[in-house]
T-cell receptor, first 114, second 114 residues
Framework: GQQLNQSPQSMFIQEGEDVSMNCTSS?????WLWYKQDPGEGPVLLIA?????ELTSNGRLTAQFGITRKDSFLNISASIPSDVGIYFC??????????????FGTGTQLKVEL | EPEVTQTPSHQVTQMGQEVILRCVPI?????FYWYRQILGQKVEFLVS????????KSEIFDDQFSVERPDGSNFTLKIRSTKLEDSAMYFC????????????FGDGTRLSIL
């Protein structure tokens, strides 16, 4: 089956630092999504990417859809304590009218030190 | 902002018993999904549902699982004879029919099998 590997597995950074994490896949997707999960809650969508090479920002977050369609990265600038959580990438093979299941990555746990 | 709601938030069940997890998707969404997350692991796709039928299911979704849209607002996941390894967080998600719309997740039901 499709495998999405995220790195790093966990990060412990100082408040104000920039963060970078990435996701690589054994197969191609035509959509990449980044979600954040807080303890006891469901994944919350951060950024969606729909075209190879696309670079998209959402506030302090920036994500890129890799040109090979097998990878994506997420950057967080000037981290703050509420950035703590688990970040998941998710790949999707988007079909018109199709089920469009998500394949999730292994997650990157972010901890921010004040 | 509209959201996906799931009940109960925590379900404790004896092994071998049947359990029904309930979801109310976002009201104008027509694609529905169930995902599972075993403690400390990634989110895994179970099943997608559209137009009153399953559009895709994973190998996890075997004969003990079933889904139903019993009325115009609820979407349920039934596990017929629960096993210890069914213990996990179960997330419901829904999305709009428009081509590029992402999936939105509920906060999940924690299922504990004793």
């Amino acid at each position: 089956g499709q495998q999405l590997n995220q790195s790093p597995q966990s990060m412990f950074i100082q408040e104000g630092e920039d963060v970078s994490m990435n996701c690589t896949s054994s197969s191609i997707f035509n959509t990449w999504l980044w979600y954040k999960q807080d303890p006891g809650e469901g994944p919350v969508l951060l950024i969606a990417l729909y075209k190879a090479g696309e670079l998209t920002s959402n506030g302090r977050l920036t994500a890129q859809f890799g040109i090979t369609r097998k990878d994506s990265f997420l950057n967080i600038s000037a981290s703050i304590p509420s950035d703590v959580g688990i970040y998941f990438c998710a790949g999707q093979w988007r079909l018109t009218g199709g089920g469009n299941k998500l394949t999730f990555g292994t997650g990157t746990q972010l901890k921010v030190e004040l | 902002e509209p959201e996906v709601t799931q009940t109960p938030s925590h379900q404790v069940t004896q092994m071998g018993q049947e359990v029904i997890l309930r979801c109310v998707p976002i009201s104008n969404h027509l694609y529905f999904y169930w995902y599972r997350q075993i403690l400390g692991q990634k989110v895994e796709f179970l099943v997608s549902f559209y137009n009153n039928e399953i559009s895709e299911k994973s190998e996890i979704f075997d004969d003990q699982f079933s889904v139903e849209r019993p009325d115009g607002s609820n979407f349920t996941l039934k596990i017929r004879s629960t096993k210890l390894e069914d213990s996990a967080m179960y997330f419901c998600a829904s999305r709009d029919t428009e081509y590029n719309q992402p999936q939105h997740f509920g906060d999940g039901t924690r299922l504990s099998i004793l």
